[in-house]
């Protein structure tokens, strides 16, 4: 196990194995490079004065200081999935020096490591000889972001056109052509892309326009200036309760904002049809649609796998604060004061441009009856308490309404969400604070939830990377779990 000397996390090193033996076993991770890249300068400056492998400055820097001159690559890597059926497989998987790129480690829960490939080939077959049942999530990680960042920002719809050459079509058929055309966002997007925040937000200002039952307005700023908006459907009825839904906290779960943009339109289209009298039209909805638009972006233009916002941390060359480490309640259990880690928690309770529009928002607006975060990936549906397992007073009408909605999903789309604490879920393993679902409830709120969205779908596992052709259907589960709140509240 390779421990990184700037910040202590047992990782995938960016080095080499040569370059770690050369120096000693010293080596640079992975998080460390996504900063500023300054300790890994330092770093390599030394081994090469050791070295004297001047000629070699280049090569490791283009690969090293990824994170802040371009996008840092994962060609070369692999995500395996684990199963452990124990607490100690589960303390053997979480001493691994593989990357986890899952939020909680339970028994008989999944769980994702990204290994370089001798690594992942080596990791096999050690889980193997200890009964850990294992496979392959992604063989090749980097083709499959590389593939993925193809689609993006898709904006056109099929556009028609007749041939009148008869030679060239001698039965005058129509052919579809597909065209990218990133302005046409009016007329042209069909939820089968991942988009931008900015035209998100175009997107959004199109609905706008077009339903008098949504409006827009801006409710903070990032600590890069973008502006982190609130969708409000029905809000011209102020003395109806609210169902409050945040989305896209963590950064790299796309499918998160993605599918939350469905469930938008999907609500102002029906309210405006006259549709959902007797559910969805007795509440206002107000929605979050992308929270940390700084990290969400930070995904598209460096890092892929990226967690936290961008903020600097004074003192330390790693940037960002883990979003949903940020809120009082629980903080600092499961989570990291080392500003490196993805789980970072931030200096203090509410340190964050984000989490602070969040927090002063819930406290300014009366009479939220329910408050959700979505998020991926996990396929389940947890409420308070998330970071004890002392029962919530309301434990028993939170689980209640979580089975209903489970259940409901279930039986229109097939897709299975687990309900339950993250105790009851995950073990003692998934305790964690500072999250905005056991915060919101501690806000007057009756009722408070997160949605962890599937990963994967025929074509079997993805991860962080689910196709942007799953958006409608998972966008359907939570246009089903939602209608069923609203009925039962």
């Known amino acids: 196990v390779i421990s990184c000397p700037a910040c202590d996390l047992e990782l995938v090193p960016v080095f080499p194995d040569w370059v770690v033996g050369a120096v000693g076993g010293l080596a640079c991770c992975a998080t460390c490079a996504v900063g500023t890249g300054q300790t890994v300068l330092v770093f390599v400056r030394t081994f090469l004065a050791m070295v004297n492998l001047v000629p070699l400055l280049l090569a490791i820097l283009v690969t090293v200081v990824a994170g802040e001159q371009g996008k840092v690559s994962y060609d070369g890597y692999s995500v395996l999935e684990l199963i452990p059926r124990s607490g100690k497989d589960i303390s053997w998987v979480k001493s691994l020096a593989c990357r986890s790129l899952t939020d909680w480690v339970g028994v008989d829960m999944p769980a994702h490591l990204l290994c370089d490939r001798k690594q992942a080939r080596n990791l096999k077959v050690s889980a193997r000889k200890k009964g ?3 496979k392959y999530v992604s063989k090749h990680f980097g083709r499959e972001i590389k593939k993925e960042a193809r689609t993006v920002d898709q904006m056109a719809d099929r556009i028609t056109r007749r041939k009148v050459n008869a030679d060239k079509n001698k039965k005058n058929k129509k052919n579809k052509t597909k065209v990218k055309n990133v302005h046409a966002i009016k007329n042209n997007f069909r939820h089968r892309a991942f988009l931008g925040s900015q035209l998100m937000y175009d997107w959004l200002d199109q609905i706008d326009k077009k339903f008098d039952v949504m409006e827009i307005d801006n409710i903070g700023k990032t600590g890069e200036g973008r502006d982190i908006k609130i969708v409000k459907i029905n809000s011209n009825n102020t003395d109806l309760p ?10 790299r779960e796309w499918i998160s904002p993605a599918a939350t943009l469905f469930l938008i339109e999907k609500l102002t289209k029906s309210m405006t049809k006259g549709r959902g009298k007797n559910d969805i039209s007795k509440f206002q909805w107000h929605i979050i649609p992308l929270a940390n638009p700084d990290g969400y972006e930070y995904t598209r233009t460096k890092d892929r796998m990226w967690r936290k916002n961008t903020v600097k941390n004074p003192g330390s060359s790693c940037i960002g604060v883990d979003l949903n480490r940020n809120f009082p309640e629980g903080y600092g259990i499961g989570a990291s004061t080392n500003p490196c880690s993805e789980v970072f928690q931030g200096a203090h309770p509410l340190s964050e441009l984000e989490s602070t529009t969040i927090s002063n928002y819930i406290k300014s607006t009366r009479n939220i009856k329910a408050a959700i975060s979505i998020h991926s990936y996990g396929n389940v549906l947890i409420y308070p308490w998330g970071y004890k ?6 434990r028993s009408q939170l689980a209640q309404l979580a089975t209903d909605m489970s259940n409901a999903i279930q039986e229109k789309h097939s897709e299975k969400y687990r309900p ?10 998934g305790l964690a604070g500072g999250a905005t679902d056991d915060w919101y409830i501690t806000q007057n709120i009756e ?10 779908d025929g074509d079997g596992d993805h991860g962080f990377l689910l196709p942007a052709k799953n958006i409608i259907k998972v966008g359907r589960q939570l246009v089903q779990g939602f209608t069923t709140m609203a009925s039962k509240l």
């Open 132 to 134: 850990i049942q294992t």
């Open 242 to 251: 609210i169902i409050f839904i945040d989305a896209g906290i963590h950064a």
């Open 389 to 394: 397992q002392t029962p919530h007073p309301k």
């Open 420 to 429: 339950g604490t993250a105790r009851e879920v995950f073990g003692l393993w």
């Open 447 to 456: 009722y408070s939830y997160t949605f962890e969205l599937p990963e994967s």
